[in-house]
Structures are given as structure tokens and as C-alpha cells.
């Protein structure tokens, strides 16, 4: 093998079993702590004007793979923009057009 040439790293195929009675969880807020030896992420829901949430998921990661859950959310929100457009947040100006839910 020649200098120039560098072997390839071999990557690692992983089947991913999801149970089919495994529930998603919807979360409107994460609150993100950390260690120097990991970062905790706590997934939490919490109702317009309640001034109490709940916590309904926790995860537990090394900074690295925080740092990779980063890097792929990263570049899946720029996959997803690219196909559907901007997401804008509040602070850029994002308003809902109307109020969703039930109304007296």
C-alpha cells in the first residue's frame, strides 16, 4: 500500500429493533445538564400557562455521543429545511397564524 493510500475504516452495520408497543413520547421542552462525564437530557411536557411541567423522558449520554446527537440533528434539521423550507423560531419572527386547540 502507498503512502497516499489509507485503509478505509469498516463501518459497522446495527440492526435496530423497535418494539411495536413502544410508545412515543411528545416533549415541548428539554432541559440539558452536564458533568465533566456526561450530559443528561431531560425530555419535559408542559401545558400553556401551568407554571408546573412534568418530566416524561430522561437520557443519559457521554459528551461525545452528545456531541454526535448534535452533529446529527445538525444535519438532519438541514436535510429537513432544504425539502420543506425555514424553520423559523419566535425569536426570528415565528407567529402561529391562528391559536391551535379548543376554544369555549
Known sequence: MSQQE????????VNIE??????ATYANLAVIRHSPSEVVIDFVRQMPEQARAKV?????????NAKLLLRALQQNLSNYEEK?????????????????????
Not at 56 to 64: D, K
Not at 85 to 104: H, L, S, V
Open 84 to 104: 420543506f423550507g425555514e424553520i423559523r423560531t419566535q425569536a426570528e419572527g415565528f407567529q402561529d397564524e391562528k391559536p391551535i386547540g379548543f376554544a369555549r
Open 18 to 23: 423497535v418494539p411495536a408497543d413502544l410508545e
Open 56 to 64: 416524561y423522558a430522561r437520557i443519559v449520554m457521554t459528551p461525545v
Open 6 to 13: 489509507k485503509p478505509q475504516p469498516q463501518q459497522l452495520r
